[in-house]
T-cell receptor, first 116, second 115 residues
Framework: DVKVTQSSRYLVKRTGEKVFLECVQD?????MFWYRQDPGLGLRLIYF???????EKGDIPEGYSVSREKKERFSLILESASTNQTSMYLC???????????????FGPGTRLTVT | AQKVTQAQTEISVVEKEDVTLDCVYETRDTTYYLFWYKQPPSGELVFLIR??????QNEISGRYSWNFQKSTSSFNFTITASQVVDSAVYFCALSLTGANSKLTFGKGITLSVRP
């Protein structure tokens, strides 16, 4: 079974704090993703990575950065948290491209972040 | 740019009813993949199905079935004899192929199944 774990289910931080959200997958997947989910807006891609030390911006990268030093771990960093970053954050992983095949993503349980 | 539309936002049915969740997509590419995910109240998205653009065969898995029609750019999901445990938010998603492919999600459909 694919397992994607996230460091916290719930997190409360103050405005201006630096926040680290950690994601670990145990299936040797090449690709990893960070999304945020907000009511009425669905899931939006923040960043993704298709290899160690590689990263690509998603649809809403502003205010976020990422780090992927090891294949199994993908970190999302909020350099200076703001109240509009209060959201549910979801991490996912998938196998890499194999020709033109796109594989399904497996998701972690999510981290509900509140910034006060 | 690609787009996924789930026009139904909320559906409520009584247990044992059949229900169809609609998904319409837009893309200019001829090669792409479509997905359905389920998000129960616990919050974790669960993968249900993946279908590529060259395979228009309908698929059935137990009470779940999917109807893919390229002519109408639709990939609809039907639950037969719904159960309370089917209550969840259901997302349809589209991915193009090529380097750095990524999922574009619809906004989701909240399904409530009443006993």
């Amino acid at each position: 079974d694919v397992k994607v774990t996230q460091s916290s289910r719930y997190l409360v931080k103050r405005t201006g704090e630096k926040v680290f959200l950690e994601c670990v997958q145990d299936m040797d997947h090449e690709n990893m993703f960070w999304y945020r989910q907000d009511p009425g807006l669905g899931l939006r891609l923040i960043y993704f990575s298709y290899d160690v030390k590689m990263k690509e911006k998603g649809d809403i990268p502003e205010g976020y950065s990422v780090s992927r030093e090891k294949k199994e771990r993908f970190s999302l960093i909020l350099e200076s948290a703001s109240t509009n970053q209060t959201s549910m954050y979801l991490c996912a992983s998938s196998l890499g491209l194999d020709g033109i095949v796109v594989y399904e993503q497996y998701f972690g349980p999510g981290t509900r972040l509140t910034v006060t | 740019a690609q787009k996924v539309t789930q026009a139904q936002t909320e559906i409520s049915v009584v247990e044992k009813e059949d229900v169809t969740l609609d998904c319409v997509y837009e893309t200019r590419d001829t090669t792409y993949y479509l997905f359905w995910y389920k998000q129960p109240p616990s919050g974790e998205l669960v993968f249900l199905i993946r279908r590529n653009s060259f395979d228009e065969q309908n698929e059935i898995s137990g009470r779940y079935s999917w109807n893919f029609q390229k002519s109408t750019s639709s990939f609809n999901f039907t639950i037969t004899a719904s159960q309370v445990v089917d209550s969840a938010v259901y997302f349809c998603a589209l991915s193009l192929t090529g380097a750095n492919s990524k999922l574009t999600f619809g906004k989701g459909i909240t399904l409530s199944v009443r006993p």
